[in-house]
């Protein structure tokens, strides 16, 4: 029998199969042989009798942190305050987003307690080139939009992502926690990967994070997922242009007249160095 992974604790996995039954099934042994991992969202074939996952079918994407597969939209929640606005981690979730092949949308919290003029120019910014932003009050058209949709919310621990949830469908009554003051931070209150059936659409709340990395990623495929920069790079004088330290770099001349976001252009410095650490720490590392 088919279906699809909904919910993954520790080694069981609930299976929602295409007769609409739900079981817990444990992975083939030979899946940890060949390093293969089942994830929530993982199309699979299933030995019924013995509640066992005999396959994975191919995935069309996936994502390490949180470990999902198969997704349409990840909706990055945000919060204005606790924790605060930060442009640098959004940033970097939409990059690594954008190169797993998956939609990013952005959710902005907590707007009722702060809403600085700051974070209105990133919104705006970020409608102009071309994402869709919503405010959590905005719980209709954010159903409108993922309608037919497997979706994962993905955000730093404490924005408000199982209270999102919660609202888009009051009778799921996620576990919620307040911000922990003394940490600064929220407390991990979603322990399993699980979808959830809202409406048409399939909505994972995840485990929340505080930092990501580009595994995987080149420092080309971080500068590709800037999607402001692809409208403009066949302006650049060189064909493979960084838009770091060559001349005539028409992406730089938009960050001086203010037509791409300084901040924004600024994580993207930050990236691409970040990326070159990574690959001298790893360098040394393999060196005998």
């Known amino acids: 029998m088919n279906g699809q992974i909904i919910k993954v604790i520790s080694n069981d996995y609930t299976v929602k199969l295409d007769n609409n039954e739900k079981i817990v099934c444990k992975p083939r042994g030979v899946f940890r042989n060949r390093n293969i991992t089942p994830l929530a969202g993982d199309f699979v074939k299933v030995n019924y009798e013995n509640k066992i996952i005999e396959d994975i079918l191919p995935r069309k994407n996936e994502l390490k942190r ?27 979730m939409i990059n690594i987003i954008e190169f797993n092949n998956i939609e990013p949308v952005i959710v902005i919290t907590k707007s009722d307690l702060s809403l600085t003029d700051k974070i209105k120019e990133y ?19 954010i159903k409108g939009y993922i309608k037919n949709k497997t979706v994962i919310l993905t955000g730093q621990t404490g924005v408000g992502k199982s209270s ?19 940490l600064g931070r929220g407390k991990h209150t979603t322990r399993a990967v699980e979808f959830y059936e809202i409406g048409s659409s399939y909505l994972a709340d995840t485990p ?28 650049c004088k060189y064909s493979d242009c960084m838009h770091i330290k060559e001349d005539d770099c028409y992406i730089k001349n938009l960050v001086e007249q203010g037509k791409i976001n300084k901040d924004r252009y600024d994580d993207y410095l930050g990236f691409i160095k970040e990326k070159e650490n990574e690959s001298i720490s790893f360098n ?5």
């Open 66 to 92: 949180p470990p999902v597969s198969n997704i349409d939209i990840a909706i990055v929640v945000v919060s204005t305050v606790n924790p605060d606005f930060g442009i640098n981690l959004l940033d970097k």
């Open 123 to 141: 919104i705006s910014y970020f409608k102009e080139i071309g994402y869709k932003v919503f405010f959590n009050t905005e719980l209709d058209d």
């Open 164 to 182: 999102l949830l919660n609202k888009l469908d009051s009778s799921l009554n996620l576990k919620t926690d307040e911000i922990s003051k003394a």
């Open 208 to 235: 929340g994070f505080s930092s990501l990395n580009f595994e995987g990623m080149t420092k080309e495929d971080i500068r590709d997922n800037f999607k402001e920069f692809n409208e403009y790079r066949n302006n």
């Open 284 to 288: 040394i590392k393999g060196k005998k």
